[in-house]
């Protein structure tokens, strides 16, 4: 439960039962958790018996057009026209989400209509907090004159995006509770994603390499120029780029032009058409310096919206970028890289967990505590450091549904700290311990949004996340989460039990049975060496042993480079030219000599087994990681 796939019914309302129901009885239904009545609008603006509010009429589409549709000719950001309500933010994001049809359709699900069986009762799904909700409603809209009040189609018998805006009102307490907002929010909800968000004026040194990954794991970005008064929104630049305009970014390139390595970028407009004019635009001077084949893989095509650009004018002509990463549940392609995730649920509670940012001394030190321990590098090291990337959001929970009560968004942030003594590992720590320790990372600002992230970068080793409110004693739920791009340890409670079992099996064994799992690898399971080069690998601590945490990543590069995709002729082992296939599929770039090498070091009979090729994989990476430490250290005196 809690999965997209088994969303937790919103309220205990189950969608299939109570549609059945009406269906039986041949009511329509009506939402006894959301009535439509005055106190759903709102409690400030839209309060009951206000002057916006006055001569409102709830009514059915079915009483508003003849032929009502719930999807026509396909979901368009011409769906999304705002009405009476400041809830631009989430209808940005509505519109960014027809974009992708596959995620539109985790949050609208298929087989609703006003035509078969039609019982007055929808449904939507939304991440909420680390889980998916089922929200139902009625299909009773708020109306003056015969017109919706809030969001609407351009089509004016089409309601998918109206009863959308009303299921997220009901998650949220209100259509007013929607008023004001950041897109990010909306995205995270409509995927279960986490957002970072970029001014390009300041824009990191690596971020070139942040977009390559955040595209090569499915993530949603966007661009966008910023505007400088109302007049200037959607007007359009000397070279066709649109301010106050939301773009998708779709994908990066680097092309050998005039001798030079140049690196492009493609951005699309969501309006089909409007693009950029300017160097390496679909019809400039540039692309016929490229040779055909590379010009071809580009996909350029003439006036569709998307268009290159390179990297440095991007920089200059857009503000900002905002990525929104997704997590495993929600990307279905096997070629994407997965985060790892790890979630934490807590609370602030006056006098026992709310203790305030570190301007609190005396209190720091009460707020929760949670500790985590980043094992493995990144394979790609910056130029100047080895660490392991990982990203921090802390999000607070259902601050739009006490807006009725006079309460907003907390002002939220974390600091976090390296636990080098092991006596302090598996205790809360206590004051003293803040009083002498400087955190070694922390969210950039405190703010007072619904999620503060940020993407970080530390070495290996163990170190305690403390999320808080920037003020002690505020009271608050939240949820933290982790997002690493390699596997980290929290507490090895959170192992699979499954995988627990199968590692209590196979420890104390000298060898992997690996072949009782995979019957078609050509091995009679791992021998002695590769066991042993297998273990120096893995062990982080020194004990030349492997615990439940290292197996467990261990165990996850075994299966990553299964050699079946590559075994083209299913003999159960590879020939030399399958070999070269599978140890560039594993990351390793190798010249022709490298790889002669390989094969003459680990083929037996001009065939190398599974056994002889997972021994290659984990000394290449072993000295791949070594390399890179040891540039390091010649280039700029760093030692880890």
């Not at 298929?110 to 799904?125: K, L």
């Not at 071809?296 to 905002?322: A, K, P």
Request: charged fraction near 25%; proline fraction near 3%; charge should be negative.
């Amino acid at each position: 439960m809690g999965s997209n796939d088994h969303a937790v019914p919103f309220l205990n309302q189950d969608y299939e039962a109570l549609r059945q129901e009406c269906l039986e009885t041949g009511c329509l239904f009506q939402d006894p958790s959301f009535l439509a009545e005055p106190p759903s609008l709102g409690f400030k603006e839209l309060a009951p018996y206000s002057a916006k509010t006055r001569d409102v009429e709830w009514m059915r589409p079915t009483e508003l057009t003849d032929d009502p549709q719930f999807i026509l000719g396909g979901a368009t950001r011409t769906d999304i026209c705002q009405g009476a309500l400041g809830d631009c933010w989430l209808l940005a994001a509505i519109a960014s989400l027809t974009l992708n049809e596959r995620l539109l359709h985790r949050v609208v699900p298929h087989g609703q209509s006003f035509q078969e069986d039609y019982a007055g009762i929808f449904h939507f799904q939304f991440w909420q907090f680390g889980e998916w909700v089922d929200v139902v409603i009625d299909d009773r809209l708020p109306t003056k004159n015969g017109e919706l009040m809030f969001v609407h189609s351009a089509e004016g018998n089409e309601f998918w995006s109206a009863l959308l805006e009303k299921a997220y009102s009901k998650l949220n307490g209100s259509y007013e509770a929607l008023s004001g907002g950041s897109t990010t929010e909306g995205f995270e909800d409509f995927t279960g994603g986490v957002s970072e968000m970029y001014d390009l004026r300041k824009a990191p040194r690596d971020l070139y390499r942040i977009i390559s990954k955040a595209l090569d794991r499915g993530s949603l970005l966007g661009c966008s120029i910023d505007i400088t008064s109302a007049f200037d929104m959607e007007s359009v630049t000397f070279k066709k780029l649109v301010k106050g305009h939301a773009y998708s970014v779709t994908g990066l390139k680097q092309v050998d032009y005039q001798g030079q390595v140049e690196r492009l970028i493609r951005v699309r407009n969501p309006w089909g058409q409007v693009e950029w004019t300017g160097a390496w635009s679909d019809n400039s001077p540039e692309w016929d310096e490229l040779d055909p084949t590379e010009r071809e893989d580009l996909h350029l095509q003439m006036e569709d919206g998307e268009f290159w650009m390179t990297f440095q004018e991007f920089l200059r002509q857009f503000s900002r970028l905002e990525i929104c990463n997704l997590t495993a549940d929600a990307l279905s392609e096997d070629g994407l890289s997965h985060w790892n995730t790890i979630k934490f649920h807590g609370m602030w509670r006056r006098g026992s967990t709310a203790g305030g940012c570190r301007n609190h001394p005396n209190t720091f030190w009460i707020n929760p505590q949670y500790k985590i321990t980043l094992l493995e590098e990144d394979d790609d090291p910056e130029d100047d450091e080895v660490a392991c990337s990982f990203l921090v959001a802390l999000m607070q929970k259902d601050r739009r549904r006490y807006r009725g009560q006079g309460q907003d968004m907390h002002t939220i942030g974390f600091a976090i700290y390296e636990v080098r003594d092991k006596g302090c590992q598996n205790v809360h720590l206590k004051k003293d311990f803040f009083l002498t320790h400087s955190s070694c990372a922390r969210s950039e600002t405190f703010i007072n949004l619904r999620e503060v992230s940020n993407r970080l970068r530390l070495p290996p080793g163990e170190y305690l996340i403390v999320p808080s409110t920037f003020e002690s004693g505020q009271e608050a739920d939240f949820v933290l989460r982790v997002f690493t791009e390699k596997q980290s340890e929290t507490d090895e409670d959170d192992v699979d039990e499954a995988f627990r079992s199968m590692f209590a099996q196979l420890a104390g064994e000298v060898g992997f049975p690996y072949r009782s799992v995979h019957k078609d690898l050509k091995t009679d399971g791992f021998s002695m060496e590769s066991c042993r080069t297998m273990v120096n690998l893995m062990d982080k601590d020194g004990s030349a042993r492997l615990g439940l945490i290292e197996f467990q990543i261990l165990w996850n590069k075994i299966r990553k480079w299964l050699v079946r995709e590559y075994d083209m002729d299913k003999s159960g082992s590879m020939s030399s030219y399958e070999m070269r296939l599978a140890v560039e599929s594993a990351g390793f770039k190798l010249n022709n000599r490298l790889n002669q090498v390989l094969v003459a070091r680990y083929a037996e009979n001009e065939a190398i087994d599974f056994d002889n090729f997972i021994c290659c994989l984990v000394k290449l990476e072993a000295m791949f990681s070594k390399y890179c430490h040891f540039l390091l250290v010649l280039l700029y005196g760093i030692v880890y």
